[in-house]
């Protein structure tokens, strides 16, 4: 059972060089379909500028598709949603973001922080009931209930994201969305806060898209992954089809790349290109140790390689597992 289903998202955004040049279409993300299970993660990987903070705003309604849609059970987002299910996303769907620091008010204190979206969509709720939720929740992330009273100021990094996490369960989601939650923090404390979102998630019962270019990460945290390349899925599966069987070039890339010790992966130099001039071919041609003739010319199909386990490429690398 699926709590999110992406069909076909496509977004593209006219672009001008010049106040008389004619303007180009830069692609953000081209034809990206995925399912989030319902109480699982699906992880999306790649570079920056590979369409994953796009796909992330969609789907917390900050942006709307050019094509596409995006289902959540049986309501339907595509370019102009109901009402309605605006304001059920509202609630349901909510997001960790990358800066801690950035993302909270610096002059409100932790626990008008924490509550200010429960005094945005719901009313009624008296004082002493207000304050029970703020405990709760405060206690849920690991936080005592004294920091209430504290500014963002007074906390560590991991602290300030705990309270980014407390305000995002506030009003009881049932999807979250993490944008990079803790590529900004020591690594000492990154261990401790990504524990903390799987107790959260198996408490709770709740469903994540994980967004980061660490696939170390993403594979940590995820039932599922999706591995981008300048808006396109090089390669989907399960974690054990991406992590084991990795069958694109560009995944052994992202490999290798978290795991410097890691056998049999090559890394890859370059930088990824500019959407608005995306490559003939294969996009990733350009940057592919085992890229041939054919890759230069012709964009490869979607294979499956089985039930789970799909790569666009027109020479998947075979499983040694």
């Not at 610096?106 to 005094?119: A, H, T, W």
């Not at 703020?134 to 936080?143: P, R, S």
């Not at 089809?241 to 694109?248: M, P, S, W």
């Not at 964009?299 to 799909?310: D, F, G, K, V, W």
């Amino acid at each position: 059972m699926s709590a999110l289903e992406v069909s076909g998202i496509v977004r593209a955004f006219p672009v001008r060089s010049g106040l008389f040049a004619r303007p180009k279409l830069l692609r953000a993300v081209e034809n990206a379909s995925f399912v989030l299970p319902r109480g699982g993660t699906f992880g999306l990987v790649g570079e920056s500028g590979s369409g994953k903070s796009t796909i992330a705003k969609i789907i917390l309604g900050a942006d709307e598709p050019t094509r596409g849609s995006v289902r959540f059970g049986e309501r339907v987002f595509g370019r102009s949603p109901r009402d309605a299910d605006r304001r059920w996303r509202q609630r349901a769907v909510q997001a960790v973001l990358q800066d801690p620091f950035g993302s909270l008010d610096p002059q409100m204190s932790i626990g008008d922080i924490v509550l200010e979206p429960l005094r945005i969509q719901k009313s009624g709720f008296v004082r002493d009931a207000l304050h029970r939720r703020l405990d709760e929740l405060l206690a849920q992330v690991g936080l005592p209930a004294e920091f209430k009273r504290r500014r963002p100021g007074e906390l560590s990094g991991g602290q300030r994201q705990r309270v980014a996490i407390a305000r995002a369960l506030v009003l009881e989601p049932e999807i979250l969305v993490l944008d990079e939650p803790v590529s900004a923090l020591d690594v000492s404390i990154q261990a401790q806060v990504l524990n903390l979102l799987k107790d959260l998630q198996d408490a709770l019962g709740l469903s994540y898209l994980l967004i980061s270019h660490d696939l170390a990460v993403v594979a940590f945290m995820s039932s599922h992954i999706g591995v981008l390349y300048l808006g396109r899925f090089m390669e989907q599966g399960t974690r054990d089809d991406i992590v084991v069987r990795a069958a694109h070039p560009y995944t052994h890339a992202l490999i290798a790349a978290s795991e410097p010790e890691a056998h049999g992966v090559q890394a890859i130099g370059g930088e990824i290109a500019s959407p608005l001039a995306p490559p003939a071919g294969c996009v990733f041609h350009a940057r592919c140790p085992a890229a041939r003739e054919l890759c230069r010319s012709v964009a490869p199909p979607e294979q499956h390689l089985s039930a789970t386990h799909r790569v666009t490429c027109h020479f998947p690398l075979t499983s040694k597992a």
